[in-house]
């Protein structure tokens, strides 16, 4: 069984750049959802993917967009990156298979904007 | 809209005695509470959830709707408790509207 996986690891932008950030998902797994997390805080639920089509989403603005493969892997994209952007990006897969679903999570990707 | 507090960013607590993280919730429908922790250098993961009313790694949590609490007990902290503990919401049965508390940090003493 192969775990969650992100990519990059770390990441340096500059404000009103572009960013895309990736994550694998757990084998038999069929969700993606995205979080972000500040220094100090929980992670805050962006959205999240299910069959390749948005499923639920966060208080986000359009910039913060994303996609689901028919492997169910995911990008995240933003948009015109503003400093207070600069966060921990957190992706987790799950089953949905009719009840809430122990999510398992990546390592993150650290995004910076300068 | 949907809300958990963890009132403490740090709690510390010697070897061998009880801790509890407290966790409360703003929520008008059924919600589905769950624990996750973080170990240094590892990535969040789920410790438990109110529907399992189980016991993992010696913790237990209780479902409080009155008082809208969902404090994580173990009577016997071990140094390898130490982590980031979230308290986490989930307002649908997909998941979909998950909402993490702000954590707090569990520094057991020797």
């Known amino acids: 069984e192969t775990g969650v996986t992100q990519s990059p690891t770390h990441l340096i932008k500059t404000r009103g750049q572009q960013v895309t950030l990736r994550c694998s998902s757990q084998?038999?797994?069929?969700?993606v959802s995205w979080y972000q997390q500040a220094l100090g805080q929980g992670p805050q639920f962006i959205f999240q993917?299910?069959?390749?089509?948005?499923?639920g989403r966060g208080n986000f603005p359009p910039r913060f967009s994303g996609l689901q493969f028919p492997n169910y892997s995911s990008e995240l994209n933003v948009n015109a990156l503003e400093l207070d952007d600069s966060a921990l990006y957190l992706c987790?897969?799950?089953?949905?298979?009719?009840?809430?679903?122990?999510?398992?999570f990546g390592p993150g990707t650290r995004l910076t904007v300068l | 809209a949907q809300r958990v507090t963890q009132p403490e960013k740090l709690l510390s607590v010697f070897k061998g005695a009880p801790v509890e993280l407290k966790c409360n919730y703003s929520y008008s429908g059924s919600p589905e509470l769950f624990w996750y922790v973080q170990y240094s250098r590892q990535r969040l993961q789920l410790l438990l959830r109110h529907i399992s009313r189980e016991s993992i790694k010696g913790f237990t949590a209780d479902l409080n709707k009155g008082e809208t609490s969902f404090h994580l007990k173990k009577p016997f902290a071990q140094e390898e408790d130490s982590a980031m503990y979230y308290c986490a919401l989930s307002s649908d049965n997909y998941g979909q509207n998950f909402v993490f508390g702000p954590g707090t940090r569990l520094s057991v003493l020797p």
């Open positions: 084998s038999g797994h069929n969700t």
């Open positions: 993917y299910y069959r390749e089509e948005e499923n």
């Open positions: 987790a897969s799950s089953w949905t298979g009719g009840s809430t679903d122990t999510q398992y």
